[in-house]
């Protein structure tokens, strides 16, 4: 593992890798989607700063929480690129994702509440779904996956 001193202000794309534990790639895609910003140097390599490595954090620990990454580019875009995230920014941020992760764990209630009436892909063998099909709207269509049997034929 490269070691780095306080004295480095810019890191490479491998060195925030390895720091933050994110791929290379994904780090590439967060910068594409404007998570993140890097400078070019003159040979169009990318260097991060320091508090990059805060930002990443920031966006693997919204993910982790189910927040999608353009809400998670909207917040991120209110504050200065330069901006380095606080644990104030952070429960600010969390207070208004309340409601969403709330609304996100009340959908899986009803999935897991609703679970054993589903089983599986087309709902075979059963003839309604509240899932993919709720109040059986395409059961008075007739038997079997009636979605499978439209897109096949």
Not at 4 to 22: A, C, D, N
Request: hydrophobic share 35%; net charge positive; glycine share 8%.
């Amino acid at each position: 593992m490269t070691q780095l001193t306080w004295k480095t202000h810019e890191l490479t794309v491998g060195e925030l890798s390895q720091r933050s534990g994110v791929p290379a790639s994904a780090l590439r895609f967060y910068e594409r989607e404007g998570l993140i910003h890097s400078r070019r140097t003159s040979g169009n390599q990318r260097r991060y700063t320091r508090d990059t490595l805060r930002r990443v954090a920031f966006v693997r620990s919204s993910q982790r929480v189910g927040i999608p990454l353009g809400r998670i580019r909207e917040v991120l875009a209110l504050f200065p690129e330069d901006h380095v995230l606080t644990k104030d920014d952070w429960a600010r941020i969390s207070e208004c994702w309340h409601a969403d992760i709330t609304e996100r764990i009340e959908q899986l209630e009803n999935l897991r509440d609703h679970l054993t009436d589903c089983i599986g892909c087309g709902c075979l063998s059963i003839d309604k779904c509240a899932l993919a099909n709720p109040y059986d709207s395409l059961g008075e269509q007739g038997a079997g996956a009636r979605r499978l049997l439209k897109s096949c034929c």
